[in-house]
């Protein structure tokens, strides 16, 4: 993970015979691979993934009769496959010993060859992946020969047919994804079989039929994503009885039938996706017994009966549809004890009764509740007054009258105590803190008086930065080593939420253009992220400060940075993660002046099965796609329309909302007019002259950019696609 440029030297043979593990991975090189490499009969590993090599794969890569791994991932490579397998691939029959073989996101085309299975490679090979290619034809019944197979993943291709018998002959495969082809058919009852099985995605293809019994059965299986096909019948009752299972993910298909009472089996169960069917039957009350589940998506069936109360007990939920169904009764009031409960929609269905308005539900917007006449609930729902002569509505007014004051001035005179003690005595001692060792870090526990003895009290002198929800400062914790620490404004709106969201989605990403949370402060009334400290501020620093600039090859580096970043969030994490919010005070610079994506307080995290997700809008305006600013629709679209945006500003030096943006005329339509033939009258000044062919390198930006900020989520370039092309442009 550098950017290192270059070629492989031809010569690599000679001052490196002895070579065993070639790693040159995320990196820029690009160039041919020399045929020299094949003289390096000691290679063990030969590891060139996500660069720019160009030219035909090598067919002399079998002389290599050592080589076990062999990754030409994300480059630029181009063969038929036809070739391929008359050449390339029958040279590495020579590698008896290769387990590993990575062709994928290359512009590779033609079928997969039928010789692949009757290669010396078929006991060996483990894992196969040739994926984002432009694959065509059948997959071959020969591949059911890779005895050894665990990993085959196809996905992403112009693969039809069906799926053959023969891979169920392939007893050591662990993970399938043939996702995103054309694939048409039943899924092969020899797939009962695959006892190692644990994850298995179809998504995106044409199969049909029932879906074999046994899957429910399968000992290993974990993740099942089947969405997105023409599947029919009843799902199979022994799916909802699988203890292990954790994903089952069957929207947008034609299922019919009920769900069964044995679901609430499904004890490890954490994402059940079944929207879009022809679901029948009430709601079992038994899901309330999935303490794991976190995603229950059953909207669009035809589910009816009341919503059970049981689905209060769901203490790790946090998104519930059950929109576009014929459900009645009320909305338990048992779900405002859900307390990570961040999105819920009944619309369109037959509930009557009171809308709850505690817990979370405070925070939701009418258009989840539209479409049920008989709700009634407060005034921000527009719906009808909840009439309040029910015995019900009663008791609630004697105990809203006569029993909680007394309580909330007990309450009130206690807190007023404990804020006396806390000011007296509290703040000269260690508080309650907690670092992110909770969160999976392993760094110390920090208190209050640590970052206060940090900050000098945080000092003013101190700071570095101010933002919306907080302030942040420099400070110095242990070993003369500087942080920023960023201390939150907990009387603003919504800072707790951004403390707890940043927290929860840092603790596990890990990338060198993202800015590290070290560890954290957090008791009643503080709290505290420690960041690894940027010593050259941020972008927006350097755009508009007098005393700072950029030339054309670090605004151009600092971008490829920002959109490697963006690429690992949205492809390279478990689950993507949308930021919400990429604007220039956003990206800080390092010591040698790299990239780095910070502040995650209103992130997204997505679902495997989620494309788009709703929730408030609260990013920066200028920054937003339209869908995200005019509804709160969230996909990874949105970070690549901000990108676009960012694009612009980086080169012009104009922000989306400088006083040239009035009325109709926007930072997008002013760069679309300009493009191509006037790109240089509207870019940065500083930026002309340096470079011979600037005019090109801009031009080639700013389509990109234009790109980025399409309407339509769906015209615009995921961000993989956008690192690649950055890295392409020369200056």
């Not at 003369?480 to 951004?498: C, M, N, P």
């Amino acid at each position: 993970m550098n950017q290192l440029t270059g070629t492989i030297p031809s010569s690599i043979d000679k001052g490196l015979p002895n070579l065993r593990f070639l790693y040159l991975g995320i990196n820029q090189f690009s160039g041919n691979i020399p045929s020299s490499i094949s003289n390096l009969s000691s290679l063990f590993i030969f590891d060139i993934t996500n660069n720019s090599f160009t030219g035909h794969i090598p067919i002399n890569l079998g002389n290599l009769r050592s080589l076990r791994n062999l990754k030409l991932t994300e480059n630029q490579f181009t063969n038929d496959l036809s070739i391929l397998e008359q050449e390339f691939l029958t040279s590495l029959s020579n590698c008896k010993n290769l387990a590993n073989l990575q062709l994928g996101e290359n512009p590779i085309t033609g079928p997969l060859p039928k010789s692949l299975g009757s290669s010396n490679i078929s006991a060996s090979l483990e894992k196969f992946v040739v994926a984002s290619c432009n694959i065509t034809g059948t997959i071959p019944s020969e591949i059911g020969n890779l005895s050894s197979l665990f990993w085959l993943h196809l996905r992403d291709n112009n693969l039809n047919g069906m799926i053959p018998e023969t891979l169920g002959r392939l007893r050591n495969l662990q993970s399938l994804l043939l996702y995103g082809n054309k694939l048409h058919g039943p899924i092969p009852n020899s797939f009962c079989n695959l006892e190692n099985m644990f994850y298995i995605n179809l998504v995106e293809n044409r199969l049909s039929g029932p879906l074999p019994s046994c899957l429910g059965n399968l000992p290993s299986l974990q993740e099942i994503h089947l969405a997105d096909n023409l599947f029919n019948s009843n799902i199979p009752s022994t799916l909802w009885s699988s203890n292990r299972l954790q994903i089952v993910s069957l929207s947008r298909n034609l299922f019919e039938g009920s769900l069964f009472d044995a679901i609430g089996n499904m004890n490890s169960l954490s994402g059940l996706y079944l929207s879009g069917n022809q679901l029948t039957g009430s709601i079992p009350s038994s899901i309330g017994d999935l303490h794991s589940l976190t995603y229950l998506r059953l909207q669009n069936n035809k589910f009816d009966g009341s919503i059970p109360s049981s689905l209060g007990n769901l203490e790790m939920l946090q998104y519930l549809d059950l929109s576009q169904n014929i459900l009645s009764g009320s909305i338990p009031m048992s779900l405002e004890t859900l307390k990570y409960l961040d999105y819920f929609n009944v619309s369109f269905n037959e509930l009557t009764g009171q809308i709850p308005d505690g817990g979370h539900f405070g925070n939701f917007t009418l258009e989840l509740f539209i479409g049920n006449k008989g709700l009634c609930g407060a005034s921000r729902f527009n719906v009808k007054v909840c009439k309040g002569n029910t015995p019900k509505s009663s008791r609630r007014n004697l105990l809203l009258r006569y029993i909680l004051p007394p309580i909330a001035l007990i309450i009130l005179v206690a807190a007023a105590i404990m804020i006396y003690l806390f000011k007296s005595h509290g703040k000269n001692s260690t508080l309650l803190c907690f670092s992110e060792s909770n969160l999976g870090l392993k760094h110390k526990r920090i208190s209050y008086c640590e970052i206060l003895r940090a900050t000098n009290n945080l000092d003013i002198a101190n700071l570095v930065g101010k933002g919306s929800i907080g302030s942040v400062y420099k400070g110095t914790i242990s070993k003369e080593i500087i942080y920023a620490i960023k201390v939150l404004d907990l009387d603003v709106q919504g800072a707790f939420k951004s403390f707890d969201t940043e927290c929860q989605i840092m603790r596990s990403l890990r990338h060198r253009n993202l800015v590290k949370v070290i560890t954290s402060c957090s008791n009643l009334d503080f709290k505290a992220l420690v960041l690894e400290y940027m010593p050259n501020g941020n972008l927006e620093k350097w755009l508009y400060s007098p005393n700072y600039s950029l030339n054309i090859g670090q605004r151009l580096g600092i971008m490829i940075d920002v959109a490697s970043a963006i690429e690992y969030l949205h492809q390279g994490y478990s689950s993507p993660v949308v930021h919400c919010d990429l604007k220039p005070s956003n990206i800080l610079l390092d010591e040698d002046m790299l990239g780095r994506v910070g502040d995650f307080g209103i992130a997204k995290l997505l679902t495997h099965d989620q494309r788009m997700a709703q929730t408030k809008t609260l990013g920066t305006i200028g920054y937003m796609s339209p869908e995200y600013g005019s509804g709160g629709l969230v996909s990874t679209f949105v970070d690549v329309y901000s990108y676009g945006i960012l694009l612009m500003e980086t080169f012009t030096k104009k922000r989306p909302t400088d006083e040239l943006f009035l009325g109709e005329l926007t930072m997008k339509g002013w760069v679309s007019e300009s493009f191509p033939n006037i790109i240089i009258q509207i870019v940065d000044a500083e930026l002309l002259n340096a470079y011979a062919n600037i005019e090109e390198c801009l031009v080639s930006i700013m389509e990109l950019a234009i790109e980025c900020t399409a309407d339509l989520p769906d015209e615009r370039p995921n961000m993989k696609d956008v690192h690649v092309r950055l890295k392409k442009i020369n200056i």
